[in-house]
C-alpha cells in the first residue's frame, strides 16, 4: 500500500492503528480493501479557502 500510494509505511501503520482507514486483519496481517484510500482521503480533504466562501455566501 505504501508503494502505492507513495505514503510512509508509518503513516499506514498509524492510520490503521487509530481505525481511521479500513481495513480487515486476518491471522497475523493486516489488509486494506480496494478502495479504502481513496474513501479515506474523500472523508478527510479539506476545500480550499475560496470554495468554502463560494458556498456561505451562495446560502446567504
Known amino acids: 500500500?505504501?508503494?502505492r500510494t507513495g505514503w510512509p509505511i508509518s503513516r499506514i501503520r498509524k492510520l490503521v492503528e487509530?481505525?481511521?482507514l479500513?481495513?480487515?486483519r486476518i491471522g497475523g496481517g493486516?489488509?486494506?480493501p480496494d478502495?479504502?484510500?481513496e474513501e479515506?482521503?474523500?472523508n478527510n480533504t479539506i476545500p480550499p479557502?475560496?470554495?468554502t466562501a463560494a458556498h456561505?455566501?451562495?446560502r446567504a
Open 40 to 42: 479515506f482521503i474523500k
Open 30 to 32: 493486516i489488509f486494506i
Open 49 to 51: 479557502i475560496g470554495e
Open 22 to 24: 479500513r481495513h480487515v
Open 35 to 37: 478502495g479504502a484510500i
Open 1 to 3: 500500500m505504501a508503494n
Open 18 to 20: 487509530n481505525r481511521e
Open 56 to 58: 456561505t455566501s451562495s
